[in-house]
């Protein structure tokens, strides 16, 4: 549990990027360096974590320490993960816009932003090779990010994942692969009732409650908001505006949307921007009960549906369609990869070449992030 808290800790201090980037930190740190779960485990969590509302991220970095340690690795993950964000956008909620230099900021967010290119190019290239193995499979890869450059929200990221399960399904029986097998697994696809009926009765009767505080009041907003959003971060601003009608100005709001992507960590702890600025007698208090809120949702509906997912997974009729569903996840993250991860941190034709040079340092040299967090920190300060 401790191991799972520190290592995530530390990748939360820099993980910038997005979602797309963080999924490729985990993909390089607990997949092909600490060897904490399978290739294939990895892939269809990505999977899941695309179906299910929250954020995708921070949902994967849970199911990556529930392997690790179970449900306190769960815990320790998101905490860990969490944390820097939480506690720099607290900071800045209660902090005099003053107190920041924006020109060393400026710098830093830009050179968090090449590495966030060197990680992610390494993980979809790492991914593609072990998953585009047939037409059929870069088929599905090429579609879908052709499908997701052009859609947006729950379309983008639900769609291309259920049509490529279908078409692999329909390909299953058209090959008859393992439908007349007596010993083909056959496992019982049942959610978790309890945690399934937790989320649903947080959802109906925090709205009955709301008022008895401002605490619980400020949990149902964010609970709420956490339960609807697809496609992350960027989408759960405009659902909590209206929520937090006179509650929060909107320089805030545009304040907290600006300072989340100022931190490492996930944009969803833009909630504590705005918890501490809803609670301003309480900002730490505040930022933790929103904090907790909106994060919630995500983590009780993955697990929920995870013992529904291993079991679709470990399916032998569904061999086909685990395996177009595994391609598709690529294609979400190499779309993702070019933007909005490449399109916002590429500037010039220096920054192509140290992206390159960064590529190589990593992948044949066995370079430590860390090192070249560094290096590009140096070369953003010379160049820009």
């Known amino acids: 549990m401790f191991e799972v808290l520190i290592r995530f800790f530390v990748l939360g201090l820099f993980s910038f990027g997005g979602p797309a980037a963080h999924i490729g930190f985990f993909q390089r740190e607990f997949v092909e360096k600490r060897k904490w779960l399978s290739d294939n485990d990895f892939t269809q969590a990505v999977a899941l974590c695309q179906f299910l509302p929250g954020p995708a991220s921070s949902q994967l970095g849970m199911y990556i320490g529930f392997k690790r340690a179970g449900y306190l690795g769960a815990a320790s993950a998101f905490a860990g993960f969490t944390l820097p964000s939480f506690a720099l956008l607290t900071f800045l909620a ?20 090449l ?7 390494d993980a979809v290239w790492g991914m593609a090779k072990k998953n585009l193995v047939s037409a059929a499979t870069v088929t599905a890869a090429l579609l879908t990010g052709v499908w997701v450059t052009f859609s947006t929200g729950l379309l983008g990221q639900i769609v291309p994942i259920l049509i490529a399960a279908l078409v692999g399904l329909m390909i299953s029986y058209k090959k008859g692969d393992s439908v007349n097998n007596e010993s083909a697994v056959t496992p019982k696809i049942v959610p978790h009732k309890g945690l399934l009926a937790s989320f649903f009765i947080l959802l109906i ?10 605490e619980l009041g400020l949990f149902n907003i964010f609970y709420q908001a956490g339960s609807f959003v697809f496609g992350g971060g960027h989408v759960v601003l405009p659902l909590l505006q209206p929520m937090l009608e006179g509650m929060v100005q909107s320089d805030d709001f545009l304040a907290a949307y600006a300072s989340a992507q100022l931190v490492p960590g996930p944009m969803f702890t833009m909630a504590s921007y705005l918890g501490a600025i809803v609670m301003p007698q309480s ?5 933790l009960v929103a904090t907790i809120a909106v994060f919630l949702p995500g983590a009780l509906l993955l697990f929920a549906f995870l013992p529904t997912w291993e079991a679709i997974f470990a399916h ?5 369609a685990i395996t177009l569903v595994n391609a598709s996840v690529v294609g979400l993250l190499a779309s993702a990869f070019i933007s ?11 920054d192509v070449v140290a992206v390159v040079v960064g590529y190589v340092l990593l992948k044949y040299k066995n370079a430590p992030v860390w090192l070249l967090a560094i290096l590009l920190g140096g070369y953003t300060i010379i160049i820009h």
């Open 94 to 113: 209660v902090a005099s816009a003053d107190a920041i230099d924006a020109s060393a900021m400026n710098i830093f967010i830009q050179a968090a932003k």
């Open 205 to 214: 009767g925090l709205p009955t409650i709301s008022t008895f505080s401002a």
């Open 316 to 320: 032998a009729k569904l061999k086909a």
């Open 283 to 287: 900002p730490i208090v505040g930022s």
């Open 340 to 350: 909005p991860v490449i399109s916002s941190a590429i500037i010039t034709w220096q």
């Open 115 to 121: 590495l966030a290119v060197i990680v992610v190019a």
